[in-house]
T-cell receptor
């Protein structure tokens, strides 16, 4: 059973387009995240939702808009894609109560903007 | 704000030798500390964590780490490295009194030489 899944795995698109990445977790966690990993493998938090409420919103262009329809899903919509948006985007989830606070990551979505 | 330093870019070790990946952290208050591993074209996998309790924590695949509060370190160790341990290793820290933001280090590439 896949714990954290993302679709699509690969996304190739042209500048100016709008695209979405979907994430689902079946772990029953209450918190979900989006991370961006650049070409140097540096990981940066973008957003975090706890029980569908936005709690972390880093300095991310407002072309990026997360949406959490329920606790198990966190989608990322990107408008007017730019070359610099090319990266691997990871979704993660965790349970923020108790001592089990490690985050579980999805397989990643490799976004290439041409 | 919390931060993590992983001073080495790459760690080379011969198969069968001990493996150490260094991590130091900065956080106000008592830290939550984590190690993750990333294999090529995969998401991050949780290895181990320190939240409270014994300073020596054991995790997956024979890895362990020691929390040292006076040196603000959380080095990852494995007594006998395997070629299959070759991967990118990330240390991460969270301030339990802040929001659930996890700060990652830049990652260390581990190369185990047969």
């Amino acid at each position: 059973d896949t714990a954290v899944s993302q679709t699509p795995k690969y996304l190739v698109t042209q500048m100016g387009n709008d695209k979405s990445i979907k994430c689902e977790q079946n772990l029953g966690h209450d918190t979900m995240y989006w991370y961006k990993q650049d070409s140097k493998k540096f990981l940066k938090i973008m957003f975090s939702y706890n029980n569908k409420e936005l709690i972390i919103n880093e300095t991310v262009p407002n072309r990026f808009s997360p949406k959490s329809p329920d606790k198990a899903h966190l989608n990322l919509h990107i408008n007017s894609l730019e070359l610099g948006d090319s990266a691997v985007y990871f979704c993660a989830s965790s349970q923020e109560t108790g001592l089990r606070q490690e985050q579980y990551f999805g397989p990643g979505t490799r976004l290439t903007v041409t | 704000a919390q931060s993590v330093a992983q001073p080495e870019d790459q760690v080379n070790v011969a198969e069968g030798n001990p493996l150490t990946v260094k991590c130091t952290y900065s956080v106000s208050g008592n830290p939550y500390l984590f190690w993750y591993v990333q294999y090529p074209n995969r998401g991050l996998q949780f290895l181990l964590k320190y939240i409270t309790g014994d300073n020596l924590v054991k995790g997956s695949y024979g890895f362990e780490a020691e929390f040292n509060k006076s040196q603000t370190s959380f080095h990852l160790k494995k007594p006998s490295a395997l070629v299959s341990d070759s991967a990118l290793y990330f240390c991460a820290v969270r301030d339990p009194y802040g929001n659930n933001r996890l700060a990652f280090g830049k990652g260390n590439q581990v190369v185990v030489i047969p």
